[in-house]
C-alpha cells in the first residue's frame, strides 16, 4: 500500500479544468470528497463517482479531496484525480 | 519499389500541424472544430518542468476519450537527452497515436532509439507493429549535418524545422523573410524529397500579421515544403489558403494525371502534355496538387 507524502494539486481553475487538491484525513476516515461546482446539481453526483473510480483504481484512503470544478469533461476530471493521486503518494513523479 | 518494414509510404495531407499545449484542457477537447490536417499535443517546450507528469496524463486520457475528426493525432514527446522520454511514451504509446513528433532530433541514433522504444511498447500491449509514425524536428546544426541519415531512419513520415532554436544554435539573427534558414532548409527539403518524405516548415510568429504567414507560406510551397507547422486555430485558413492551388494550377495537373493514366492503359513508355514530356515526378506533383485542391474545397 502507498503512503501519504504531501498535500498536492493537480489541474487549473481555467474553463474546461478541475483542481484538485489531496490532503491527508485522519485514520480510518475513508475518502472524503468536497466538491465545488457550478454544475453541482445536476452533474455532481457523476463528478464524484468518476474521481472515486480512479481513487479505487490507486487503492487510496484516508484523505480528503477538494476538487473545483470548471465544466471538466471525464478524461480531464480523470486525469487531475490520478495526477494528484500520484504527487500525494510520491508516485512516478515527474 | 521494394517495400521496407517501418518504411511504408505515408502520402496523408499535412498542410497545418497545430500545436496545442499538452496542459490545455479548453484547447484539446476543441482540437477537431479548428480544421488542421494534424493535431500536435506537445508535452516539450510549452510545458513547465513542474507539470510533465499532469500534461502527460491529460494528454493520455484525451487521445483515449475524445475524437479527434479528420485531424491526424500526434504527440510532441520530451527529447532524447531528458528524464521525461520513457514516461513520455510509456503513457502515450499505449494510446496509438498516429505519431510521435520528437524534438532536437540529431541523429541516425537518436531515431534508432525511439523505433526500438516504441516496437517495445506496441509489443507489450499487443499493438500492431510499426503504425506509429516517428516525426523529428531538426532545432540543431548538428541535426542538419546529420538530416540524410535521420530521414533514412525507420518509421519517419515528416520532418520539421524548429526555425527559432535552429537560428540561435547557428548564431544567426532571425529574419522576416527567414533568409537565414534558406540553406538548411533547402538541404532538408531535398533530403525528405530523397525519401518520400514530407518535410514541414517552421511557425510563423506573428499570429496577428496574417498576410506575412500567407506570403511565408506561398514562399515554403515554392521551395518544396508539404506543409507548415502553426501556433494559433487563426492561422490555419490562412495557411490552407496558401496551399490551395490556382485554377490553372488544377486544369493542367488534371491533364497531366489523366494523360498519365492513358498512357499506362495504352502501354506508353513517355507522354507529352502541352507539348512537354512527363515523367513520374511530374505525375505525383500533379497528384499533390489535386489532393490539396480537393481538401481545399472541403
Known amino acids: 500500500m502507498v503512503k501519504f507524502v504531501r498535500t498536492a494539486q493537480a489541474g487549473s481553475l481555467e474553463s474546461c479544468d478541475i483542481l484538485v487538491t489531496i490532503t491527508k484525513g485522519k485514520e480510518q476516515s475513508g475518502v472524503k470528497i468536497n466538491l465545488e461546482s457550478s454544475a453541482k446539481k445536476q452533474f455532481g453526483d457523476r463528478i464524484i463517482a468518476e474521481i472515486m473510480e480512479v481513487v479505487k483504481k490507486f487503492g487510496v484512503t484516508d484523505i480528503v479531496i477538494s476538487a473545483v470544478d470548471k465544466g471538466a469533461l471525464t478524461y480531464c476530471i480523470q486525469a487531475r484525480t490520478e495526477a494528484a493521486i500520484k504527487r500525494a503518494f510520491g508516485v512516478d513523479e515527474k | ?298
Do not use: W
Not at chain 2, 511504408?8 to 499535412?14: S, Y
Not at chain 2, 500492431?128 to 523529428?136: C, E, L, N, Q, T
Not at chain 2, 506561398?218 to 521551395?223: D, L, P, T
Not at chain 2, 514530356?277 to 480537393?294: Q, T, W
Open chain 2, 1 to 298: 519499389m521494394k517495400k521496407e518494414p517501418f518504411k511504408e509510404k505515408d502520402d496523408r495531407l499535412r498542410r497545418t500541424r497545430l500545436y496545442i499545449p499538452g496542459n490545455h484542457p479548453a484547447m484539446i477537447q476543441n482540437a477537431e472544430i479548428y480544421g488542421a490536417d494534424s493535431l500536435i499535443f506537445d508535452l516539450e517546450d510549452s510545458i513547465p518542468l513542474t507539470e510533465k507528469d499532469t500534461a502527460r496524463i491529460l494528454v493520455r486520457n484525451a487521445i483515449q476519450a475524445l475524437n479527434f475528426g479528420r485531424s491526424e493525432v500526434t504527440v510532441r514527446i520530451n527529447g532524447i537527452n531528458t528524464p521525461f522520454l520513457e514516461k513520455d511514451l510509456e503513457a502515450i504509446v499505449p494510446t496509438k497515436p498516429d505519431g510521435l513528433l520528437l524534438p532536437k532530433a540529431e541523429t541516425e541514433e537518436d531515431i534508432l532509439f525511439l523505433h526500438e522504444r516504441i516496437t517495445e511498447l506496441e509489443k507489450k500491449h499487443g499493438l500492431p507493429v510499426g503504425k506509429i509514425r516517428i516525426m523529428p524536428i531538426i532545432e540543431t546544426a548538428l541535426g542538419v549535418v546529420n538530416v540524410e541519415k535521420i530521414v533514412a531512419a525507420p518509421r519517419i513520415a515528416a520532418v520539421g524545422i524548429g526555425g527559432e532554436d535552429l537560428t540561435a544554435d547557428i548564431g544567426a539573427i532571425r529574419t522576416p523573410d527567414g533568409r537565414e534558414l534558406e540553406y538548411i532548409s533547402s538541404k532538408i527539403i531535398v533530403a525528405c524529397a530523397a525519401y518520400h518524405i514530407q518535410a514541414i516548415d517552421t511557425v510563423f510568429a506573428d499570429i496577428n500579421d496574417q498576410e506575412g504567414l500567407f506570403q511565408a507560406t506561398k514562399r515554403a510551397i515554392s521551395r518544396g515544403f508539404q506543409g507548415k507547422s502553426v501556433i494559433h486555430p487563426s492561422q490555419i485558413e490562412v495557411v490552407h489558403r496558401a496551399f490551395m492551388p490556382s485554377e490553372e494550377e488544377i486544369e493542367k495537373a488534371k491533364r497531366i494525371v489523366k494523360a498519365y493514366r492513358e498512357s499506362l492503359k495504352k502501354g506508353l513508355g513517355a507522354v507529352s502534355v502541352d507539348g512537354r514530356m512527363i515523367d513520374l515526378p511530374i505525375v505525383m506533383r500533379a497528384e499533390r496538387i489535386l489532393k490539396r485542391a480537393k481538401a481545399g474545397k472541403k
